[in-house]
């Protein structure tokens, strides 16, 4: 049987994951049975949230097994199909092994349209990412035209869309990222403001940029982000949690929300959700956010390493904020 | 004029308030010109939200004067009245200065009705703490019929209203409560567990006595109680955040909420309110509650201090948690 690479989870990371959690290894390929599949990946998406699956922990999504491949979203090629309605050539998009060749049953995944959108956009703006920002501001905060809205890690896959999405819907829009060149980027994308966290306390950048203070919170960050969108809100601001990158490596606890008693003063709501409760909404999230793409309003940048081998630094580097938009990694 | 006693704020406390944050004066008392009555008050509710407005600090109610009076909900008698529809020895609640006889405008109280329940009990189980307790577990926490809640400091006012309303409605009940007292009264008011946060970590308590977890959190504590709640929460878990006794007289931060991550992994909705936003719909609650407690359904314990020139320490026996039920001071 052929043989293909395979790049496995070594050892559960102790905070921050290095190279050597992970190993590449060869492994063969099975045949395709009928209604099965062979497909070669052609771009895997990397993204914070799999940090959690690399512990051993109860969580949303079980973890990944020691020895055993990581998964994540990815696209792939067919190139040899028994499947009726598939055929070599069809791109694929869903969850997959980080193996270079594998067989596949295609029930549990989606043929990409021909929507004349670069297919890797399927990993970030029309795939986890964008449906996280949509879920996020549309269903789980409730944004409204004339409401401002302060957005953590926004130079990334989920940030830059929400900031971009609240802006077409009316909203004033601030967004922090680490660095000059992420902050002029944000602007670009027609921000309102931008916050260079790595610039200064961002609590105070953030009082400073919303003097009227704040009706939404969009959380990917965390710890002092999140103290700082705290002291900020308005009353009845609504913050929806999304993420915690600033948390997922540490060893030890993080400081934690000490003034979340202004959820009370302010009447503020906090609400934590995943995407996967969201795929059933995902037919109007296509309708309303092709469009967008289509005309130009909506925007995604991409921050491309190349080679297979390469996927676990490219994991690797959304803790030090080495992508801009959406790390993928193209084979 | 005649002069009464006033209880000012003598100044700002640090920390836990001590008997010299406050100071009994002579005032005069003014006349009562048409539309306006006379009043002597008969009970004093003392509530830990107090505390708050005794900061220099902008919050949802503004905060007291050094050197002026403090206010408070209380009932009081109509001694003289200009006013239509009110009559000597009606009986008057809302909130009133700390001030055995003032004139006041009836327009901003409530005639007591002969329901035949305790005037007190608009103190407590019918006034602000009641309807607390409702719009919590009701319109904020959406408490359903099988569900589990967990609530702190149940043997307060609010607490203990919360777990008798969601013992009728059919939830299952876990409460904590400082001292082996307190925790045989929650057993007697039917709650199904009580936890003493004295005897032990709440967290290991709390995770020993909810072992499917907890759907409902109703947080009067914060600090401790709020984290072991975020371990103990299931998936959608609802947390009606109200109040944080342990953390109001904190002169450094708390060490705040450093698992609030578990609101993302776990979709839990964490919302602060507070009652008078839900003043509108007193009627409902009203409606409810009063058949509930002249059917002896639910129940309301009372810690009562005779004297007005007590009532700073009776205030100041909330945070060491000398009262059982609603804290009242008869003059």
Redesign the interface.
């Known amino acids: 049987m052929p043989v293909t690479r395979q790049i496995t989870l070594a050892s559960r990371p102790i905070g921050l994951p290095t190279d050597e959690n992970f190993t590449i290894k060869e492994v063969e390929v099975g045949e395709v049975a009928p209604g099965q599949v062979g497909v070669e990946l052609v771009h895997i998406s990397v993204d914070p949230y799999l940090r959690?699956r690399m512990n051993d922990a109860k969580?949303?999504v079980p973890p990944f097994s020691v020895g055993g491949p990581i998964q994540s979203g990815a696209i792939a090629r067919v190139v040899s199909s028994r499947a009726e309605g598939i055929e070599e050539g069809d791109l694929l998009t869903g969850i997959f092994d980080w193996q270079e060749s594998q067989v596949v049953n295609p029930a549990g995944y989606r043929k990409l349209d021909a929507t004349g959108i670069s297919p890797t956009a399927y990993l970030g703006i029309l795939g986890m990412p964008g449906l996280t920002a949509y879920a996020g501001l549309f269903y789980i905060a409730d944004a409204k035209e004339g409401e401002t809205i302060f957005v953590s890690g926004a130079a990334g896959a989920v940030g830059s869309a929400v900031g971009q999405m609240a802006k077409i819907k009316g909203l004033t829009v601030i967004g922090s990222a680490g660095g000059p060149q992420k902050v002029s980027r944000l602007i670009e994308l027609g921000f309102d403001k931008a916050l260079d966290y790595r610039g200064g306390d961002i609590k105070a950048q953030l009082m400073d940029a919303a003097p009227d203070g704040i009706d939404i919170y969009f959380d990917n960050v965390?710890g002092d982000h999140?103290i700082a969108a705290l002291e900020a809100s308005n009353?009845f601001a609504r913050f929806a949690?999304?993420?915690?990158i600033s948390?997922y490596n540490l060893t030890e606890?993080?400081?934690?929300?000490?003034?979340?008693?202004?959820?009370?003063?302010?009447?503020?709501?906090?609400?934590?959700?995943?995407v996967t409760?969201f795929m059933d909404r995902s037919r109007g999230f296509y309708e309303e956010v092709v469009p967008w793409i289509q005309e130009g309003k909506l925007k995604f940048d991409e921050t491309v390493v190349k080679g297979f081998e390469n996927t676990p630094s490219a994991f690797l580097g959304l803790f030090s904020g080495s992508n801009t938009g959406k790390m993928i990694v193209t084979l």
Not at 253 to 274: C, D, E, M, P, T
């Open positions: 959690g969580s949303y965390g999140l009353d949690l999304c993420g915690s948390e606890r993080s400081q934690g929300a000490w003034n979340l008693f202004r959820a009370v003063q302010r009447r503020i709501k906090l609400q934590g959700f995943i409760d």
